[in-house]
């Protein structure tokens, strides 16, 4: 079947090439809403907490700490201050003592039944302390009346020495000692070769022997 053309075929002809004209509202058109500031604005990302502050200590405690720590300082520095003063005392007394033992060990082993007391005497001027009485005693009632009944005359010599300990007013030193004695008893002359170890020790009048020991 053929499609019915419209019934007024000029309407259409003249309505295709029209173009329709809607008047504006009495009020006017209204403008679009704006958009919202929230819907257009990113809404900042919840910020991590602020770090809390350190805890502080009170000015009164920081004081203090701060004096102990230079406290601390100043005990270091004396101690190692004093540390280095005794050390170099120590080294000082151990030439200091070598030489006094070398000087009084001939004088202290040797006499002569010819002048005892002189000998005598000038040895206990290079002692002190207790040994220089047990020496007074011992030559008095021993070595002096046995040297006078035999003649009796001993020379030592110091071969070597070395110090075996030293501290600032006292050192221990090592000697090798020749001693050539001669007397009625002995044909000729005997020579000893013997190890004393001497005890010096610092005095008012200078380095002193205060002990003798023979090894």
Known sequence: KRAQRPAHPEHDEQDAGRTLLI????GGWEDPPEPSPRSTQKEPEESAPAPRPGRRLPTAVLTAVLCVVLVAGLVAVAVLGWQDREGRRAEQARGEALAAARRAAPIVLSYDYRHLDRDFTRARACLTGAFRDQYLKTTKTVVGPTAAKYHGVVKATVAT????????????????????TQSTQVSGSRLDLNRVRMTITRTSAGWKVSAVDAL
């Open 23 to 26: 008047e504006a509202p009495a």
């Open 161 to 180: 020495a070395s110090v075996v300990s030293a501290a600032p007013d006292r050192a221990v030193v090592l000697l090798f000692v020749n001693q050539v």
